[in-house]
């Protein structure tokens, strides 16, 4: 149950897009369509903004969009904003009814 | 609304044990897997583990295997974490999470659409 890959940190300035990478195996990311996507605000609960990939719940803006092409997943904001700013945590599913998350981004809009 | 608010946390020794519960509302209870994911001080996540809707299931993370005991009773809303041995690296904040999909059997494993505020737990001597 190794944790999956983020970059530390991301940032970027307001109206731009970004784009962040969550690197996984062939155990999890690769095997599976069930990579979901938290944001989480400093002092508060993760938020699901992105599940099953490239799906997004009631209330989550379109600016948020996710892919997967083998053992990667991404996660790309476009039309940067001040409240973007927040740590966002891929998650895959793999297998047994085990999930394995990242380590976590860092985005800044600057 | 949908809710989740977690208690039970708090300040205890290495090789003590606490017991956390989870109270839901706003959904029904008894359809829906219930996870527990933690994050460490300044870290990332890790979930930690997962009971079906009948409790018939429960899976765990590596981690915490064999000294952590999840439960549920679906009658008060409520699901439970006993925790067992604890270590200094359980310290962390844990959330207990929903999971997205309604089961009709086992665990259907989506993703976490509903986080309540979490509990600190801090195992320290």
């Known amino acids: 149950q190794s944790a999956l890959t983020q970059p530390a940190s991301v940032s970027g300035s307001p109206g731009q897009s970004i784009t962040i990478s969550c690197t996984g195996t062939?155990?999890?990311?690769?095997?599976?369509?069930?990579v979901s996507w938290y944001q989480q605000h400093p002092g508060k609960a993760p938020k699901l903004i992105i599940y099953?990939?490239?799906k997004r719940p009631s209330g989550i803006s379109n600016r948020f969009s996710g892919s997967k092409s083998g053992n990667m997943a991404s996660l790309t904001i476009s039309g940067l904003q001040a409240e973007d700013e927040a740590d966002y945590y891929c998650?895959?599913?793999?297998?047994?009814?085990?999930?394995?998350f990242g380590g976590g981004t860092k985005v800044t809009v600057l | 609304q949908v809710q989740l608010v977690e208690s039970g946390g708090g300040v205890v020794q290495p090789g003590r044990s606490l017991r956390l519960s989870c109270a839901a509302s706003?959904?029904?209870?008894?359809?829906?897997?219930l996870h527990w994911v933690r994050q460490a001080p300044g870290k990332g996540l890790e979930w930690v583990a997962v009971?079906?809707?009948?409790?018939?299931?429960?899976y765990y993370a590596d981690s915490v295997r064999g000294r952590f005991t999840l439960s549920r009773d679906n009658s008060r809303n409520m699901v439970y974490v006993e925790m067992n041995s604890l270590r200094p690296e359980d310290t962390a904040i844990y959330y207990c999470?929903?999971?997205?999909?309604?089961?009709?059997?086992?665990?259907?494993?989506?993703?976490?659409?509903?986080w309540g505020q979490g509990t600190m737990v801090t195992v320290s001597s």
């Open positions: 706003g959904f029904t209870f008894s359809s829906y897997a």
């Open positions: 009971i079906s809707y009948d409790e018939r299931y429960k």
């Open positions: 062939s155990s999890d990311v690769g095997s599976y369509n069930l």
């Open positions: 999470a929903k999971e997205r999909i309604r089961a009709t059997f086992g665990v259907v494993n989506d993703a976490f659409d509903i």
């Open positions: 998650c895959s599913y793999a297998g047994s009814s085990i999930w394995v």
């Open positions: 099953e990939v490239s």
